[in-house]
């Protein structure tokens, strides 16, 4: 029958579906007795039906016990290797075929049962992902981080019950060989645990999944026991300092907690944290990528300030990423308890790296006392070509309390501009038409410029992720986002939550 379908010119897909069907209901009736001959040559017989078509539960099942029983078996590579692989590519969803997705770590389990069975695993997933910079199956990373997920949940819960059964038969003075058999059975499940780990360390190296596998685990979807568990966090570390070394915001941001309030991965490493048993050295890598990307603003420090001890703690020690958040969080005023304040100008100056950047900031805040005294200019408007360092060393000759308008228009000012506009304290009116001021100078300006009520934004490369954030400015009053990458939700939450607001040019957006 499997030859006739295979060689049928006839092109239905019932066809292919009958003879599975009829192995899955021969399999419910009788394997137990059946010998590993006839095991070996069922699979073989049906591996041509399988290129095309989903292993029915019944089938899954069969293909388990047979990676179980015969995991060094030749048939696992030869025969199963082609039908996990269409199983990762297409299926979209394990929660309706859960013993499809077992069958997939049995048969992962089965290749780290090999010699350098490690390796082979991590061959096998590398396969998966082919020699291109970018994976051609979406399906496929999702489904190995479900597959490893599951697993290691059910390796925890094993585990738990392993170690409980323990504690009886030490109590109960069992016999030493049932020790042992115990002590065996947990190794077991701490070689599973290693093997599904060295999974995600490996989806890691590759650069296109990194911000797929950071939305995935930016929830925390591990049990309390993994978190806690060192083999557990040698891979966890590994994957977190990828993920907070990759240039790309969207990658590194997702180490933050997925929602406000809730613990992220950064919270999670802080000294004194469920994760931290390495004096502090991956939250020391996150915090350096923040600081140095797109978290160096007023809210992320505010957040921080809930951290300040652990921050002053790593700060004695050098830290020069802990001092930095310290200066900034003071430069900022953050921090409003004076005790406090004080306690990190001490625990600054107690260190020659710290008293350095303290002395830098002092000499920061007296250059901005100077810029902010009234006098000079109420308007102002850059010539065009202008930089960003431009418009620092004009800024930094004179006073401008009293500057209301300025405009930048048609000038080459970026995002990095902002730190110098946020020490304006009268701005009201600012035109950055057609300028590369994008979204993270956006989120900076949005902190500190209250006053401001015009703002002209036309031909900006900002989009919904920075214009958002104009949701605090509760003074706008004119607000110009032409051609700019505005969404009508957007636009829609800008109307409900800016009441000042009076005029919005929004002609070439989505929001048109």
């Excluded at 021969?26 to 292993?55: D, F, G, K, Y």
């Excluded at 069969?62 to 030869?78: A, T």
Aim: charge should be neutral; aromatic fraction near 6%.
């Amino acid at each position: 029958m499997i030859d006739l379908t295979m060689t049928t010119p006839l092109q239905d897909e019932e066809i292919y579906q009958v003879p599975l069907e009829l192995v899955s209901d021969l399999l419910q009736q009788n394997t137990a007795s059946m010998s590993r001959m006839a095991h070996e040559n069922i699979i073989v017989a049906l591996a041509p039906l399988l290129e095309n078509n989903h292993p029915s539960p019944e089938i899954c099942d069969f293909f388990s016990k047979h990676c179980k029983n015969s995991p060094r078996s030749n048939l696992v590579i030869e025969m199963f290797t082609p039908v996990v692989q269409r199983i990762l590519k297409h299926n979209m969803d394990f929660g309706k075929y859960p013993r499809m997705r077992m069958f997939v770590q049995d048969y992962i389990l089965a290749l780290n049962s090999q010699n350098e069975g490690l390796k082979v695993v991590q061959n096998f997933v590398k396969s998966m992902h082919g020699p291109a910079s970018t994976c051609p199956h979406p399906r496929v990373l999702p489904n190995l981080v479900s597959v490893c997920l599951a697993a290691v949940y059910s390796c925890f819960e094993e585990r738990q019950k392993a170690l409980t059964t323990l504690c009886v038969t030490v109590l109960c003075s069992v016999a030493v060989g049932d020790k042992n058999t115990l002590n065996r059975v947990l190794q077991d499940i701490e070689e599973k645990v290693q093997c599904f780990m060295a999974i995600f360390s490996t989806l890691c190296t590759f650069e296109d999944w990194r911000p797929g596998l950071g939305s995935l685990l930016q929830p925390i979807p591990f049990p309390d026991e993994a978190l806690a568990h060192e083999k557990v966090l040698i891979h966890l570390r590994d994957i977190i300092k990828k993920l907070a070394e990759d240039q790309r915001c969207m990658v590194h941001m997702t180490l933050l907690g997925i929602r406000e309030n809730k613990e992220g991965w950064f919270q999670l490493f802080c000294p004194g944290g469920l994760c931290c048993n390495d004096e502090g050295e991956a939250f020391t890598v996150m915090l350096e990528k923040f600081m140095a990307c797109c978290c160096r603003r007023k809210k992320f420090l505010q957040n921080m300030s809930k951290m300040l001890g652990p921050c002053m703690l790593l700060a004695l020690r050098e830290n020069t990423a802990a001092i930095e958040v310290m200066c900034a969080m003071l430069e900022l005023e953050v921090v409003e308890n004076s005790d406090t304040k004080m306690q990190m100008v001490t625990t600054l100056q107690s260190t020659q790296t710290g008293k350095k950047q303290y002395a830098a900031l002092c000499e920061r805040q007296i250059a901005l006392r100077e810029l902010q005294q009234k006098g000079g200019p109420k308007k102002l408007t850059l010539p065009s070509k202008s930089t960003d360092a431009d418009l620092a060393k004009l800024l930094s000759c004179g006073s401008f309390g009293n500057l209301e308008c300025l405009s930048l228009a048609f000038t080459q000012v970026t995002s990095a501009s902002a730190e110098h506009l946020i020490k304006l304290p009268s701005l009201r009116y600012l035109n950055l038409w057609s300028t590369q001021f994008g979204d993270v100078g956006l989120q900076l300006i949005s902190e500190h410029l209250h006053k401001l009520q015009v703002l002209n934004l036309c031909e900006t490369p900002v989009t919904d992720k920075g214009l958002i954030s104009l949701t605090s400015m509760k003074n706008l009053r004119k607000l110009n986002l032409n051609s700019t990458n505005l969404s009508a939700l957007t636009f829609e939450g800008l109307k409900e939550k800016l009441p000042a607001l009076q005029e919005c040019d929004v002609r070439y957006t989505d929001a048109w």
